[in-house]
């Protein structure tokens, strides 16, 4: 592996000038600052680690703009997961390696260089088992072996439709399993990803909706890796909940579930204060997606209170609509300023745009037991109009307000180059079979 010296590198404790980083089996090894190039050091102007994401369905990218149509009456989260129900039928392995190569090329080329593939598209489309339990999961490790993202693996639990164990419906029959099929399922698919480097297996029990009380008690003890759910994403869901238990959801998922740490609530948009409060006191992650939250209307969360109290968020791409690292950032801290009517409510006396990354990173590292040495980093063009003449924070500041991804032109995974020119190395081949699988999903 190379050794690499940049001008402005990115570090754990801040920037640093003149540095060298040397790389081993994928791993940085040394963080030499205020160095001298050596003669076979392979030099850049700006480097800093890539951001992981969080939280991604991928099946979805294929569906992206196909649900944008107005319907006579409302419009909300519930008729676009129809059509997401629809879009699902015919979603072979084959095709789910396509449609999550492609995505996760657009991952790596906008930043991200590891991914939470929170992943419930398990069963075949008449919802019979596959004879391999992990068929799908053994598509997504595929695509990101291809790629090269890394990956954490998070299989969905999900056995019922509504709160108080409601039937699942026919649209959800390639998602759902009972607790023995997902003992089977989760060590399936834990082999599926062994063969990947550094990459990890948690679990999702995917909502309060979506699983019983004895379910959620017993999942969390099923792996020990991270935990991921979703949480309070929508109105009706807090309705609901409230009319199944008394409780809302966030508040009734902290008193009856021993959150901590190795949690994920991912969106947990509509919460109290006191809520709030409470959750972030755990050291739970708040995983957000403003791009896919902003998409389906499902709320603004409450970002400066959840900071106040401590609490710590990564970003994720969730529904694929749209697959940028800085969209999101950049969208999560402007639904403050929209709510607030002020400009940079997350940095009071500081620079916006590295409250943003650096929370991000280190929030998202948490939530995917992402290895703290591994080389992934993004590099920066200097001859990007919007970086022209900054340093330090002011260069994370023009990247997440002013530049955006076209300011990325390249992106090394495990000290591997994956993008170069602000392209995958492998798009040309990934994006033909992506257009195949699509042509025939959609004829």
């Not at 999900?158 to 089977?184: E, H, I, K, L, M």
Request: proline share 6%; net charge negative; aromatic share 8%.
């Amino acid at each position: 592996m190379p050794t690499f010296f940049f001008d402005q590198w990115l570090g754990d404790a801040g920037w640093l000038a003149a540095t060298r980083v040397a790389v081993s089996d994928g791993r940085v090894t040394a963080v030499e600052p205020h160095a001298s190039p050596g003669p076979t050091d392979e030099r850049h102007a700006i480097g800093l680690p890539g951001l992981p994401n969080l939280h991604s369905h991928a099946f979805q990218r294929g569906m992206a703009g196909l649900a944008e149509r107005g319907s006579i009456g409302e419009d909300s989260f519930w008729t676009w997961r129809d059509a997401m129900y629809r879009f699902v039928d015919r979603i072979t392995p084959d095709d789910l390696h396509a449609i999550a190569a492609m995505a996760q090329v657009e991952m790596l080329e906008g930043g991200f260089t590891r991914v939470g593939e929170f992943h419930y598209l398990h069963h075949a489309p008449d919802g019979q088992r596959y004879d391999d339990p992990a068929a799908m999961a053994a598509a997504l490790a595929a695509a990101a072996g291809e790629t090269g993202i890394g990956l954490t693996l998070l299989p969905v639990f999900y056995a019922q439709s509504g709160f108080g164990g409601a039937a699942p419906s026919a649209g959800q029959r390639r998602f759902v399993t009972d607790r023995n099929g997902f003992a089977r399922l989760l060590d399936a698919s834990a082999s599926a990803v062994a063969g990947l480097p550094d990459a990890v297996a948690g679990i999702a029990p995917h909502s309060l909706r979506a699983v019983s009380p004895d379910d959620l008690a017993a999942l969390p003890g099923m792996t020990a890796g991270p935990v991921h759910i979703h949480i309070a994403e929508q109105v009706k869901e807090v309705d609901d909940c409230v009319a199944w238990s008394g409780a809302r959801p966030v508040e009734w998922l902290l008193d009856h579930a021993a959150v901590d740490p190795r949690w994920c609530l991912v969106h947990a948009t509509h919460m109290t204060p006191a809520e709030t409060d409470r959750a972030a006191r755990t050291g739970a992650v708040a995983g957000l997606c403003p791009i896919t939250e902003a998409n389906l209307g499902d709320g603004i969360f409450p970002a400066i209170e959840w900071l106040a109290a401590g609490g710590r968020f990564g970003v994720g791409s969730d529904s694929n609509v749209l697959i940028d690292a800085t969209e999101e950032l950049r969208l999560l801290d402007y639904g403050q300023r929209l709510t607030r009517r002020v400009r940079n409510p997350l940095a009071p006396g500081g620079s916006s745009g590295a409250r943003l990354y650096r929370s991000a990173l280190a929030g998202g590292a948490q939530a995917l037991s992402a290895p703290g040495d591994a080389a992934d980093f993004i590099t920066l063009d200097p001859h990007h109009p919007a970086l022209v003449g900054r340093s330090g924070d002011a260069l994370l500041d023009a990247l997440v307000f002013a530049a955006g991804r076209s300011a990325i032109d390249g992106v090394w995974r495990r000290g591997r180059q994956v993008v170069a020119g602000g392209r995958h190395i492998a798009r040309e081949a990934i994006a033909a079979r992506y257009r195949h699988a699509l042509e025939r999903l959609l004829a």
